[in-house]
T-cell receptor, first 117, second 113 residues
Framework: GAVVSQHPSWVICKSGTSVKIECRSLDFQATTMFWYRQFPKQSLMLMATSNEGSKATYEQGVEKDKFLINHASLTLSTLTVTSAHPEDSSFYIC?????????????FGEGSRLTVL | GENVEQHPSTLSVQEGDSAVIKCTYSDSASNYFPWYKQELGKGPQLIIDIRSNVGEKKDQRIAVTLNKTAKHFSLHITETQPEDSAVYFCAASRGGNAGKSTFGDGTTLTVKP
């Protein structure tokens, strides 16, 4: 099956620093990827839709200057949490769709646990 | 927009029993309904999905049923095992890669040995 790799799986950083999370589709091309945030015991909250070669589409209430998304190639999207603060600590997950299949099926990464001290 | 409601939020069963999780959706144009299993500290994994042109789909111990008229779909797990313990999410979306998926709030399933 299709594989999405997310890195790092966990990261601890100091308040005020920036953290980059990568999402790669390993065996398919993805013009569209999605970034979610998940709080404990809650559902996935869609943050933004990452579009290859163009600007990301952010959901209402998500600060685009805080959560920078870059989708420079058909297999890689990055989420950068800028000037991170403790309230940004969370589980971040990406997903991708196979551009060649058009089935709507989502393939998820393993998630990245961010802890801001 | 689409609204997906999922019940129950928690479910505890004895090993070997069946488990049923139900979801309702609001957008009659939604036509793709996947179910995901999420283990602690990991990303969701697709376990089964159904499209609006069929009413039921089965894969070994897992089955999904869809009632388009009533706009609800259900996940059925038979002969549950402790390793089935996880959080299960349903989702709904419109066709193809253009549709945005809307997720239910999740069901924490615990299978007691």
């Amino acid at each position: 099956g299709a594989v999405v790799s997310q890195h790092p799986s966990w990261v601890i950083c100091k308040s005020g620093t920036s953290v980059k999370i990568e999402c790669r589709s390993l065996d398919f091309q993805a013009t569209t990827m999605f970034w979610y945030r998940q709080f404990p015991k809650q559902s996935l909250m869609l943050m933004a839709t990452s579009n290859e070669g163009s600007k990301a589409t952010y959901e209402q209430g998500v600060e685009k200057d805080k959560f920078l998304i870059n989708h420079a190639s058909l297999t890689l999207s990055t989420l950068t949490v800028t000037s991170a603060h403790p309230e940004d600590s969370s589980f971040y997950i990406c997903s991708a769709r196979d551009s060649g299949a058009n089935t709507g099926e989502l393939f998820f990464g393993e998630g990245s646990r961010l802890t801001v001290l | 927009g689409e609204n997906v409601e999922q019940h129950p939020s928690t479910l505890s069963v004895q090993e070997g029993d069946s488990a049923v999780i139900k979801c309702t959706y609001s957008d009659s144009a939604s036509n793709y309904f996947p179910w995901y299993k999420q283990e602690l500290g990991k990303g969701p994994q697709l376990i089964i999905d159904i499209r609006s042109n069929v009413g039921e789909k089965k894969d070994q111990r897992i089955a999904v049923t869809l009632n388009k008229t009533a706009k609800h779909f259900s996940l059925h797990i038979t002969e549950t095992q402790p390793e089935d313990s996880a959080v299960y999410f349903c989702a709904a979306s419109r066709g193809g890669n253009a549709g945005k998926s809307t997720f239910g709030d999740g069901t924490t399933l615990t299978v007691k040995p």
